[in-house]
């Protein structure tokens, strides 16, 4: 690079990063396009809107009611990933969209749920079961019950599994032609299959039926075999949503009934976000100093990187209309640490370099060449799992994922673009001294690491053990394996109206610590209802006794009448059906992680250590949150996440350092002095990555609300294991299987097949 082209590159970086500035603190136009006050929060964060419905008829099953709630949950992720959906009784289902203040809009874009059905054109007789009105619009020809009973109606919304429009452009004519693209179950694809074939031999139609008319009479034009069917017609994009809309809805198991509708406040206070954001910025500063005094002029260099990171994410969560919640937050400091971790990783091989007696522009070059495939293959593995999760995920983890890869991208982005230009600028302009780019040392003696790996293995399994050991003894003594919350077990909705409105910080301060008392929970959640006096209270399942307890400390202190307090028992907004998606998610990322680093490894030795190290991490959080009692609720779901894009992210660096050396091995190396040394050459690395990240979060844990300290904690926990795993665990457990399982034991030395005598 030329002087004058640095010049212009750091200019182009400070006008970037006043840019970014610009954007995030005020926005451009009236409405402050960009800024960051405009990001949609979360329910935790925020508030939202929250809509109550009361199934029509008699009481459903619990197989009904699960299975209505999560197709609503399904529906609602349209409006924000972290929308909520649960049971309160018998027989009402609350929604909880979160960012939204108009209860009226969001009813009537959700529509009103009822039955959904897909007729045929004829009878068995060949009588005609519909047909155009007067006025030219297609009606019933008989009463449903009678198209029931002749078998006349060939699927209902059970049989749908997805609606959502969409396009494609016409061969004939070249125009983009709107349409709603259908996906059936198993058992609709069957049903599907046969009633197709019959249309299209009769050439005749079939009508879909939705809340009492017929919405689109679509001609069937092939047998359709795969489940997969489109809707044509003179649509607008418009009326191809509202269509795909009004299918997803209709596709419950249930008729409901919208019975409330209510603005509700911020589940962690409105402290939450003021102080999560003041722990950021802390937090920065301090990872900005530890760069620069560590790696001197990169150091500063990644700092201004990681300033241009932090402007782009919130500018992007912005674009990108992404909800931000507590778990996304998580996602968004797993990609700081991801950030840092790259540089740290480019700014160690330039240590490298220059200490091996290379000039600081050779060194530059090999530091960000060597560096290049450990930080693609970390971030592109990590990036495999945010994409699945994304996909086969549902609400929390999916709202993880997407903050997660965003957090990723751009991360890659800064540190091999923004970074690398921001360098090489530096030393365009004259800045060239040796001593600026890096304190030299001499290289550190290998540390024997799998000399003591029986020690480490035997600590890893003993941690995990007393996990189990403590799960059955809480289970045994009616305490509960895990300290689940009300996200994953349920609770009572206490509703209390007062003679004043309340904020969540004179409830914190005094409601909370004598209700924490009285119903004997620690972890109780707290809403307000907007432009009312009205606060729901969401404690763990209150017996009679408790509910009568909270009744009367009401009426003492606060002079509540027991008139206004209701109280609903509710379910758990994680479902079971989310759970499941939740670990199928996990499995398939895990799966294709393994597989990745397979093939880039060309040995599943690397990819089984790396997934075996990552359930190790995992194990000990959990065990961790069973000591410790800590509340198991949607967060867990994110740090449990957090922990594995971070654990197999520290691992591969390590592996691209042992196959770089092994193409390199001197002949007749032992192994075992070759793994060490690479995990002491990456020793440094690993050390100042997990540091930086800890300290991000631990700033979060200090300053933070109650919540988010709880969220913090375990936390810190899985970065400390992530570390400890990386060096004492996986290269220990390659080596293992390198030189102990196979079809043929390898020798423990390299380039030669002989023993020592």
Known sequence: MKKSKGIISLILTAALIVLLGFTTVVGFGKGQTGAAKNIKLGLDLEGGVSITYQV????????????????????????????????EGDNRISIEIPGVTDANEILSELGQPGSLYFIKEKDSDGNPNYGLDTSGHYVLAKSMDELKEEESVVLTGTDIKSAKSGSY?????????NVVQLSMTKEGTEKFAEATKAAKEAKETIAIYYDGELISVPSVKAEITDGQAIIEGNMSYEEAEQLASTIRIGGLSVELEEIRSNVVGAQLGEEAISTSLMAGAVGLVIVFVFMCVVYLLPGLASSLALVIYTGLILVLLNAFDITLTLPGIAGIILGIGMAVDANVIIFARVKEELTAGKS??????AGFHKAMSAILDGNITTLIAAAVLWLKGSGTVKGFAQTLALGIVVSMFTALVITRMIVYAFYAVGIRNTKLYGRIKEERAPIDFLGKRKIFFAVSVAVILVGFVFMGVNAGTGKGALNYSLEFKGGTSTNVTFDKAYTLKEIDETMIPDLEKVTDDPNIQVQTVANSNQVIFKTQTLDLEKREAFAKYMADEFGVEEKDITTENISSTVSSEMRVD??????????????????????????????VALIHDVLVVLAFYVIARISVGNTFIACMLTIVGY????????????????????????????????????????IYTSLTTFVMVAVLFIMGVSSIKEFALPLMVGIICGAYSSVCITGALWYVMKTKIGKKSESAKVGTSKKKK
Request: with cysteine.
């Open 56 to 87: 029509k008829g008699d009481t459903p099953s619990k197989e009904d009611m699960s299975d209505t709630i999560y197709k609503l949950q399904k529906r609602v992720e349209q409006y924000s990933t972290e929308a909520t959906v649960y049971q």
């Open 169 to 177: 452009q016409d061969s004939t004519t070249g125009a983009n032609e």
């Open 360 to 365: 600081v522009k050779s060194a530059l070059n």
């Open 582 to 611: 939740a670990i199928i998610a996990v499995a398939i990322a895990t799966v294709f992680m393994l597989l990745y680093i397979w093939l880039r490894f060309k040995d599943i030795r690397f990819a089984t250590s790396a997934v």
């Open 647 to 686: 654990s197999i992210n520290a691992t591969i660096v390590i592996f691209d350092r042992i196959r770089e050396e092994m193409k390199t091995k001197k002949r007749g190396e032992e192994l075992d002095v070759l793994v060490n040394r690479c995990i002491t050459r990456t020793l440094t690395r690993s």
